[in-house]
């Protein structure tokens, strides 16, 4: 698509269920990566993707945490067992590639407009 | 480990240079990038610098020192609209995107 686009863009849910968050990045773009924000916070790295496997899934906060991705596209972020604690923005970001080129723009990344989890 | 440093907050008056600065200490260095981001909005990218020395693009410009660990955005004759979050960004050595928690900026009229 011509953008990033993210669903749901509001999700209210109780404590203890599950939720998935939706990532359908920019269509050619290998890498994908998701952030959680807290209100008036900085951005917290979850978990990028190069195609479909993940290198790096060192920001995941605990094992209610999950995410995978699929024909090197959309990408879904699974919270098991929500906690109040786990109430941010999910950011979803993509770009043309990881690290390869350095030295060019493709490794811009282009946000999604966010999944605002609210865990009551 | 990794670490990003930004100040939390900065205010400056309309039509005047301000300078945002970020100091970082990162396993490995890919890539410094400076990002935008608008109260209730998503991030949206201004510039990066993979080499030591200034970039700039209109009224933004970026530097980077890598011996230091240390870059800067420039952003000259300040409008209104300027006011928002920026976002220093670090690709680490595996190539994971690390983000600063952003300094907030305030333009006075």
């Known amino acids: 698509g011509a953008g990033v686009s993210q669903s749901p863009s509001n999700k209210v849910t109780e404590k203890g269920k599950d939720v998935e968050l939706r990532c359908d990045p920019i269509s050619g773009h290998t890498a994908l990566y998701w952030y959680r924000q807290s209100l008036g916070q900085g951005l917290e790295f979850l978990i990028y993707f190069q195609g479909n496997s993940a290198p790096d899934k060192s920001g995941l906060p605990s094992d209610r945490f999950s995410a995978e991705r699929t024909g090197g596209s959309v990408s879904t972020l699974t919270i098991q067992r929500t906690q109040q604690e786990d109430s941010a923005v999910y950011l979803c970001?993509?770009?043309?590639?990881?690290?390869?080129?350095?030295?060019?723009?493709?490794?811009?990344?282009?946000f999604g407009a966010g999944s605002r989890l609210t865990v009551l | 480990g990794q670490n990003i440093d930004q100040p939390t907050e900065m205010t400056a008056t309309e039509g005047a240079i301000v300078q945002i600065n970020c100091t970082y200490q990162t396993s490995g260095f890919n890539g410094l990038f400076w990002y935008q981001q608008h109260a209730g909005e998503a991030p949206t990218f201004l510039s990066y610098?993979?080499?030591?020395g200034l970039e700039e693009k209109g009224r933004f410009s970026s530097f980077l020192s890598r011996s230091k660990g240390y870059s800067y955005l420039l952003l000259k004759e300040l409008q209104m609209k300027d006011s928002a979050s920026y976002l220093c960004a670090v690709i680490g050595g595996t190539y994971k995107y690390i983000f600063g928690t952003g300094t907030r900026l305030k333009v006075l009229a």
């Open positions: 610098n993979v080499l030591d």
């Open positions: 970001a993509s770009s043309l590639v990881v690290g390869l080129a350095g030295l060019s723009g493709a490794n811009v990344l282009t």
